[in-house]
């Protein structure tokens, strides 16, 4: 089976960092991603870790420990459009098992 | 513009009823996947297909059945529609490689009354 948490909200400063966490416990792992969905539209890709470690994108960050069953997204600069749901995905067996997500508010 | 279409974008429908979501992609990805997302539950994954001719159940495949005659559509069947089948269905697609990086579509919202 599948257990994805990761926290329903979190509310941030425009400009600031957040970090958003993700724990997993699966019975297979082909890699995490992270997917950005804004309210009433679909989800948009925004990173993907097979490999323990950071890959960096721009303002986006993520990180992965297969060994912790961890992986963050880190935000930073935030800007009023990152307002949105952030997704965490477990790739098993090339099927995507998602947590809930993490709903972003960034304020003025 | 290549992706994926989904219909109806909205559709309410009575208890009872049979529904077919449709999904074309244009982007010959291989493998198709339909979820539905509900507040608080996230997306959870209905039924696959990895290729033309194949498909797999995924967690919460029951109410439901999907066909895959070609590589492009990928319709979603609600044979006889109940309350808690009120979600929003999202279809997805990847290349089947080794990242499978889906694309979704842009989802449609169902109501069972």
């Known amino acids: 089976g599948q257990n994805i948490d990761q926290p329903t909200e979190m509310t941030a400063t425009e400009g600031a960092i957040v970090q958003i966490n993700c724990t997993y416990q699966?019975?297979?792992?082909?890699?995490l991603f992270w997917y950005q969905q804004h309210a009433g539209e679909a989800p948009t890709f925004l990173s993907y870790n097979v490999l323990d470690g950071l890959e960096e994108k721009g303002r986006f960050s993520s990180f992965l420990s297969r060994s912790k069953g961890y992986s963050y997204l880190l935000l930073k600069e935030l800007q009023m459009k990152d307002s949105a749901s952030y997704l965490c995905a477990v790739n098993n067996d090339y099927k995507l098992s998602f947590g809930a997500g993490t709903t972003v508010t960034v304020r003025a | 513009i290549a992706g994926i279409t989904q219909a109806p974008t909205s559709q309410i429908l009575a208890a009872g009823r049979r529904m077919t979501l449709r999904c074309t992609q244009d982007m010959r990805h291989n493998a198709m996947y339909w979820y539905r997302q509900d507040l608080g539950l996230g997306l959870r994954l209905i039924h696959y297909?990895?290729?033309?001719?194949?498909?797999g159940k995924g967690e919460v495949p029951d109410g439901y059945s999907v066909s895959r005659a070609n590589t492009d559509d990928f319709p979603l069947t609600l044979a006889s529609a109940v309350p808690s089948q009120t979600s929003v269905y999202f279809c997805?697609?990847?290349?089947?490689?080794?990242?499978?990086?889906?694309?979704f579509g842009a989802g449609s919202r169902l109501t069972v009354l």
């Open positions: 997805a697609s990847s290349d089947g490689g080794g990242a499978n990086v889906l694309t």
């Open positions: 699966t019975s297979g792992f082909n890699g």
């Open positions: 297909s990895n290729t033309a001719g194949t498909t």
